[in-house]
């Protein structure tokens, strides 16, 4: 069965400090892989996603950025942190062609606070 | 999710129906979706539907779809506590990779 991983669980940082943020997917190949960020009391803004390795869409202008250095492990990082970087940060893959096409999976999420 | 339009908010009591309403903007959408996020947690597909579809009920879910106003809506019957949750609906814009997720309504049930 596929399972979908991310760490740190919570993360609390400081203003300007960098970030590194990871998403690892077992037991499926080749997955788009996704991420968003939920800030609080709001919805889902698609951040990030990649069709494959070295792949990366970019949704939003920001000081994030986004790799994906093997097939089923997203990275999502930053060099200097704002304060609105703070919020909820899930990662999701989904296969082409599955179940309910596009169908996709979330993993636990991240919660950071940048103070 | 500009695209994808819910109301943030309902409140129900339990035992009772609850309805969630969301509004999409793409026409061409093949599927939409419905998924459940409980607090603290990620988000888990609930259900969906078909574009050529016009209802589907699975369980105390129900959705409808009115494909001419571009309106879809999640009824739940016999509302639990456990049901407290934010919902959010998603599109997919055509043949794309991606989801166009509303802002999410907040379900509160009380006892």
Known sequence: ?115 | GEDVEQSLFLSVREGDSSVINCTYTDSSSTYLYWYKQEPGAGLQLLTYIFSNMDMKQDQRLTVLLNKKDKHLSLRIADTQTGDSAIYFCAEIKGSSYKLIFGSGTRLLVRP
Do not use: M
């Open chain 1, 1 to 115: 069965s596929q399972t979908i991983h991310q760490w740190p669980a919570t993360l609390v940082q400081p203003v300007g400090s960098p970030l590194s943020l990871e998403c690892t997917v077992e037991g499926t190949s080749n997955p788009n892989l996704y991420w968003y960020r939920q800030a609080a009391g709001r919805g889902l803004q698609l951040l990030f996603y990649s069709v494959g390795i070295g792949q990366i869409s970019s949704e939003v202008p920001q000081n994030l950025s986004a790799s994906r250095p093997q097939d089923r492990q997203f990275i999502l990082s930053s060099k200097k942190l704002l304060l609105s970087d703070s919020g909820f940060y899930l990662c999701a893959w989904s296969v082409l062609g599955g179940r309910i096409n596009n169908e996709q999976f979330f993993g636990p999420g991240t919660r950071l606070t940048v103070l």
